[in-house]
């Protein structure tokens, strides 16, 4: 019965079935997938029923789920929306205040350099996919707060890979300038250049292919070609140090304006295996949190250090957004939407833990932190920002004012 419950198999065919299952349940009690999910990861996970671990396989099918949910995302932006100084200080900003704060953090506990600079920088991570997802749900991905958001969350994965790899250098003594700057120049050359190549030939490629005899009796080989290329930005992404989300992400926005005619769509496809694998995703954040490994002894850290988290976040996200000329309301939207850690936060832990850098204490203390703002956001979000849909905005996603919507939401 063992080697049963550990088959990949087994595994593979029980995670599927608690997550679609986990997602029927939240759609059908109006709530959102993501804390839905999460939840039913921490019951099958080892917190409580231990069914299922969180393996390489279950890590590898997880990622693909967020692969695929960024590719169906991009189909909702242009690039001018990433691409906008006012994203630039919102990611910027938003990267340096939680460093310190989590550094300093770390310092007042009385953990030594090398664990503080490796906490800073867990706390420096945002997680696209939880916010794209929640905004997706509540159908606000065309507002100026979710075209921030999205925008600063690119940015801010270039930013936050510069940091783990400027940390990691730091701590074992091998910082070099030129180091820093090719990290750089490869993440930003990337995404520049797979945009562009994706809107001015792929896309048009696409449209073109779209109109032979071949695909008329093939009508689904255009959403098989077009995957294949997702898959590989994502690839690419992963090659130059960025997450392949990110990769995806670029190839969702090169092919939004393909006009199709013979094909079936592009975006209707991507969305059924987005409901089926990033399903597998968020219930993945709850199986690899442990909660039997939350000691008297960190219990204070983790909750300190999830608050200094998410304030940071708010106010290093928030304070440019308002500066940039969103309301109040939006810039507070923008900051609580940073503040997921998800699954990047817990990459980065791993990696100080592999190297030794930091303890299984603060491990764990980062996994669990990264888990708790992960499910702030989506009961913010539907429990005060967008409860009734209170919000009042123009028609390009806009807020109005904001003394309209504080007179609605008091």
């Known amino acids: ?30 709530q959102s997938a993501v804390i839905g999910l999460i939840l039913v990861g921490l019951l099958v996970g080892p917190s409580v029923l231990g069914w299922i671990t969180y393996t390489d396989f279950v890590r590898s099918i997880a990622h693909l789920g967020a692969v695929i949910l960024l590719f169906v995302i ?32 770390a310092v007042l506990f009385g953990f030594n350099q090398a664990s503080a600079i490796f906490i800073g ?3 420096t991570a945002t997680s696209i996919a939880i916010t794209a997802n929640v905004l997706k749900e509540l159908g606000k991905l065309q507002t100026e707060a979710a075209k921030a958001i999205i925008g600063a969350a690119v940015i801010d994965d270039v930013l936050a890979l510069i ?37 001015l030939v792929i896309s048009k490629y696409l449209a073109k292919l779209d109109m032979t005899p071949f695909v008329q009796k093939y009508p689904e080989f255009i959403f098989i070609f077009a995957m294949m290329l997702a898959f590989l930005y994502a ?13 995806a992400f670029i190839a969702g926005v090169s092919f939004k304006d393909v006009e199709l005619h013979q094909s079936r769509s592009l975006k209707e496809g991507a969305e059924y295996l987005q409901i089926i694998f990033a399903a ?62 998800g699954e990047v936060a817990m990459i980065v832990a791993l990696i ?38 209170y919000g009042l905005y123009s028609e390009n996603g806009t807020c109005i004012s904001d003394s309209s919507q504080e007179g609605e939401g008091a």
């Open 280 to 341: 597998i995703f968020f219930v993945s954040l709850g199986i690899i949190a442990d909660l039997h490994s939350v000691t008297s002894e960190i219990l204070l850290f983790l909750v300190a250090l999830t608050l200094v988290a998410i304030l940071t976040k708010v106010i290093g996200c928030g304070l440019p957004a308002k500066l940039g000329g969103l309301c109040t309301k939006d810039s507070l939207i923008v900051g609580f939407g940073m503040s997921p850690r």
């Open 163 to 199: 940091v783990l790899a400027v940390s990691s250098d730091v701590v074992s003594g091998s910082f070099s300038y030129l180091g820093m700057a090719i990290v750089t120049v490869k993440a930003v050359a990337f995404i520049v250049i797979a945009a562009a190549f994706g809107i």
């Open 235 to 247: 690839l690419i992404a992963e090659a130059v140090g960025l997450s392949a989300i990110v990769g």
């Open 1 to 30: 019965m063992e080697t049963l419950f550990t088959s990949p198999e087994f595994q593979m065919s029980l995670l599927l079935f608690v997550a679609l299952g986990g997602y029927l349940i939240a759609s059908r009690i109006n």
């Open 74 to 105: 991009g189909f909702e932006f242009n690039m001018k929306d990433i691409v906008q100084p006012r994203n630039f200080a919102i990611a910027s900003i938003g990267v340096i205040v939680p460093w310190i704060g989590g550094w300093g953090l």
């Open 121 to 123: 920088t867990a706390c």
């Open 352 to 389: 100080g833990l592999e190297a030794g850098i930091i303890e299984q204490g603060v491990y764990v203390t980062l996994v669990l932190m990264s888990l708790l703002t992960t499910i702030i956001t989506p009961i913010v979000y539907r429990n005060w920002f967008y409860k009734g849909d």
